[in-house]
């Protein structure tokens, strides 16, 4: 079978538990597809009323299975009190995607189970739920699906036409709450970075588990290649900073490496113009390489009219929302050189080097406003993606 582009959608609850690192982490490590596309979305009651359609009608036995989750969609999927609920729509392209995705997550079983028939192999079996009521054994008192993906071919495109439509006209970050402090509130950029996407593992899934504990709540989300333009827009302060604090020191041990190795003394001008020359060539160097890591692009063997051009890396981006979000998402994060890091942040546990350090996260709610108009946080590519597909 050629290659299918089919969905998972994380339910209201498992978004709200925090359950979405866990969840990830288990399609990751038992795909061999490509994660293509994630927004987080907010329903309507009309995108509910025609998803709990589609899933009624393309239950394979119909029957109970579907009205359960016909039952589900319209009573979390809808707006409650005028507040609609966060939803995580992944997509997801290789052969036999739909097929693929649907075995991962698992059937819904509608009869009896013992506690020990519960394996724990799918995400279905370690997260979801249905409980029957002890005193009328045929009634079911609680149902948790954790996800819902493709059962047919069929089904995958009537589904994904349904949220193409919706996903055209909605903004990329959600904004569903209202606070009682709205001044304390910030928002803040986390980029899982390319080193964790170059071979399928759990590691992006974890990074956002270790991030839930900070009680904040993700509001956005993209999948990003990104470009030589953005990355030297992105890391531009870095440049800077390369150049004045490291490009000296450099320097100037470069002039002390080249006297010991020839056994001679520099004069005091010769001595600040080698300095100033490798000074300015490490720094630079190094950041060329941030850019290339970034990108999988060096600007330097960029072509100038490819620089705008999507990169050969792949990140994903996370917007987090709450009070002192910036703080507690890099106390959680780990200081830039992961050797430095204190045990249980992110850096100490994936990092490898200064560069090679697993994630991004904005320093200021300042800084935060301007790495997100760089990534375009406010687009997405998800419906394009779909519309292409169908």
């Not at 050629?2 to 399609?27: D, H, M, Q």
């Not at 005028?82 to 290789?94: A, D, T």
């Not at 100038?304 to 959680?332: F, H, Q, W």
């Given at each position: 079978?050629?290659?299918?582009?089919?969905?998972?959608?994380?339910?209201?609850?498992?978004?709200?538990?925090?359950?979405?690192?866990?969840?990830?982490?288990?399609?990751?490590?038992?795909?061999?597809?490509?994660?293509?596309?994630?927004?987080?979305?907010?329903?309507?009651?009309?995108?509910?009323?025609?998803?709990?359609?589609?899933?009624?009608?393309?239950?394979?036995?119909?029957?109970?299975?579907?009205?359960?989750?016909?039952?589900?969609?319209?009573?979390?999927?809808?707006?409650s009190n005028g507040r609609r609920h966060r939803v995580l729509l992944l997509l997801f392209r290789g052969k036999d995607a739909v097929e693929k995705l649907k075995t991962v997550a698992g059937p819904i079983f509608p009869e009896r189970r013992s506690l020990e028939s519960a394996k724990?192999?799918?995400?279905?079996?370690?997260?979801?739920?249905?409980?029957?009521?002890?005193?009328?054994?045929?009634?079911?008192?609680?149902?948790?699906?954790?996800?819902?993906?493709?059962?047919?071919?069929?089904?995958?495109?009537?589904?994904?036409?349904?949220?193409?439509?919706?996903?055209?006209?909605?903004?990329?970050?959600?904004?569903?709450?209202?606070?009682?402090?709205?001044?304390?509130?910030?928002?803040?950029?986390?980029?899982?970075?390319?080193?964790?996407?170059?071979?399928?593992?759990?590691?992006?899934?974890?990074?956002?588990?270790?991030?839930?504990?900070?009680?904040?709540?993700?509001?956005?989300?993209?999948?990003?290649?990104?470009?030589?333009?953005?990355?030297?827009?992105?890391?531009?302060?870095?440049?800077?900073?390369?150049?004045?604090?490291?490009?000296?020191?450099?320097?100037?041990?470069?002039?002390?490496?080249?006297?010991?190795?020839?056994?001679?003394?520099?004069?005091?001008?010769?001595?600040?113009?080698?300095?100033?020359?490798?000074?300015?060539?490490?720094?630079?160097?190094?950041?060329?390489?941030?850019?290339?890591?970034?990108?999988?692009?060096?600007?330097?063997?960029?072509?100038?009219?490819?620089?705008?051009?999507?990169?050969?890396?792949?990140?994903?981006?996370?917007?987090?929302?709450?009070?002192?979000?910036?703080?507690?998402?890099?106390?959680?994060?780990?200081?830039?050189?992961?050797?430095?890091?204190?045990?249980?942040?992110?850096?100490?546990?994936?990092?490898?080097?200064?560069?090679?350090?697993?994630?991004?996260?904005?320093?200021?709610?300042?800084?935060?406003?301007?790495?997100?108009?760089?990534?375009?946080?406010?687009?997405?590519?998800?419906?394009?993606?779909?519309?292409?597909?169908?």
């Amino acid at each position: 079978m050629s290659s299918e582009l089919s969905y998972v959608l994380f339910t209201p609850y498992t978004i709200a538990r925090s359950r979405t690192g866990g969840v990830l982490s288990r399609l990751l490590v038992r795909l061999d597809l490509e994660l293509v596309g994630a927004q987080m979305i907010a329903p309507t009651e009309e995108l509910a009323a025609g998803f709990a359609k589609s899933e009624f009608e393309h239950s394979p036995s119909g029957g109970l299975i579907g009205q359960l989750k016909k039952d589900y969609i319209l009573k979390t999927f809808t707006p409650s009190n005028g507040r609609r609920h966060r939803v995580l729509l992944l997509l997801f392209r290789g052969k036999d995607a739909v097929e693929k995705l649907k075995t991962v997550a698992g059937p819904i079983f509608p009869e009896r189970r013992s506690l020990e028939s519960a394996k724990g192999e799918t995400i279905r079996d370690t997260y979801g739920d249905v409980v029957y009521d002890e005193k009328t054994p045929d009634r079911i008192e609680y149902f948790e699906p954790v996800v819902f993906t493709a059962e047919t071919e069929d089904h995958c495109k009537t589904t994904l036409k349904l949220f193409q439509s919706f996903l055209a006209r909605e903004q990329n970050l959600v904004e569903n709450v209202s606070y009682d402090h709205p001044e304390r509130i910030e928002r803040t950029l986390v980029i899982i970075k390319p080193d964790n996407w170059v071979v399928p593992s759990s590691r992006p899934g974890t990074i956002i588990d270790m991030f839930s504990r900070t009680g904040l709540r993700i509001i956005g989300t993209k999948i990003l290649q990104m470009s030589v333009a953005e990355a030297l827009e992105f890391y531009g302060p870095v440049e800077e900073a390369l150049r004045e604090k490291l490009g000296p020191r450099m320097g100037q041990s470069a002039v002390e490496q080249l006297e010991s190795k020839f056994s001679l003394k520099l004069k005091e001008e010769e001595s600040k113009r080698i300095a100033e020359t490798f000074g300015t060539a490490f720094a630079r160097e190094q950041f060329y390489q941030i850019v290339g890591f970034m990108t999988g692009v060096r600007p330097d063997l960029c072509p100038e009219g490819d620089t705008d051009c999507p990169g050969k890396s792949m990140c994903m981006v996370l917007v987090y929302e709450g009070e002192n979000a910036v703080a507690r998402i890099r106390e959680v994060l780990g200081p830039t050189d992961p050797l430095k890091a204190p045990a249980g942040t992110v850096r100490r546990e994936f990092g490898s080097n200064v560069m090679v350090n697993t994630a991004h996260a904005s320093d200021s709610p300042e800084n935060a406003l301007r790495e997100m108009g760089i990534v375009k946080i406010s687009k997405n590519n998800c419906a394009e993606i779909i519309e292409r597909s169908l």
